[in-house]
């Protein structure tokens, strides 16, 4: 009686513990995909214009996201695109730049931040950080000059 006993209780320890470790594992699992969600999203203040961007899931992004909320001059160039260098590097992966697209928010070197408002193709190498989610806007937004660009966290 005490073996059956015994070996009855060993099986009820090791089905808790079993169910133990898998809640565990899915608390954590859920867990982690909720941040990563929130935190690929930020907001881009320009004016009185805002605008929702989603960020790549990469090494560049997440520096940069370490950096805000930043508000910055970006400067006109090629009648396509602001810009702006930090003082500092961020890691990069860069590619070619292919296809641009209206909103693209891209690393050229490995401080130059580009905010692209017109599409075109290139062979210039960029990382990219993200893409502006609804770009209706932007144009208006960003091709009258310098203007200055506010990046926070959303």
Excluded at 26 to 39: A, G, V, Y
Excluded at 97 to 103: K, R
């Amino acid at each position: 009686m005490k073996i059956i006993f015994t070996i009855l209780a060993s099986l009820i320890c090791i089905q808790l513990f079993a169910c133990s470790k898998n809640n565990v594992i899915e608390h954590t699992n859920s867990s982690n995909n909720n941040s990563n969600t929130d935190t690929t999203k930020m907001k881009i203040i320009i004016g009185s214009a805002v605008f929702t961007a989603t960020l790549n899931n990469n090494a560049t992004a997440t520096a940069f996201k370490a950096m805000l909320p930043l508000t910055i001059n970006m400067s006109e160039l090629n009648s396509n695109e602001k810009f702006y260098y930090f003082s500092t590097t961020l890691p990069a992966n860069a590619s070619s730049g292919g296809n641009i697209q209206v909103g693209d928010l891209m690393l050229y070197g490995n401080n130059c931040l580009v905010l692209f408002y017109e599409g075109f193709n290139t062979s210039y190498n960029y990382t990219r950080l993200g893409r502006v989610d609804n770009t209706s806007g932007l144009v208006a937004a960003l091709s009258a000059g310098s203007v200055t660009v506010k990046f926070e966290k959303q």
